[in-house]
């Protein structure tokens, strides 16, 4: 019933930048709080920046000033802007969404699939 698409990720040398995009479709009534993800290789999955409906943002302090979350709520998207990627940043990002699906009370929380952000030499 509903799909949480990710796209954007790539492999990008040190200092370089990439823009991920999540996409949420589906019978959608409301989408609350929306945050990025990501899990690198052996480590646990750790909030890198969340923000709410009404555009309040927080961050991990390893991405402060470097991230930049935003979100278009007419387009039921939200997007990560990474800036002085570091290769530390690699990990597979993921979109998490907190919506409420049309015709239902409770608000759950849904999962992209995830993408892959390589920074490397």
């Known amino acids: 019933q509903v799909q949480l698409v990710e796209s954007g990720g790539g492999l990008v040398q040190p200092g370089g930048s990439l823009r991920l995009s999540c996409a949420a479709s589906?019978?959608?009534?409301?989408?609350?709080?929306m945050r990025w993800y990501r899990q690198a290789p052996g480590k646990e999955r750790e909030l890198v920046a969340a923000?709410?409906?009404?555009?309040?943002?927080n961050y991990a302090d390893s991405v402060k000033g470097r991230f930049t979350i935003s979100r278009d709520n007419a387009k039921n998207t939200v997007y990560l802007q990474m800036n002085s990627l570091k290769p530390e940043d690699t990990a597979v990002y993921y979109c998490n969404a907190d919506l409420r699906i049309t015709g239902r009370i409770n608000i759950g929380a849904y999962w992209g699939q995830g993408t892959q952000v390589t920074v490397s030499s």
């Open positions: 589906g019978s959608i009534f409301s989408i609350n709080a």
């Open positions: 923000i709410t409906s009404g555009g309040s943002t």
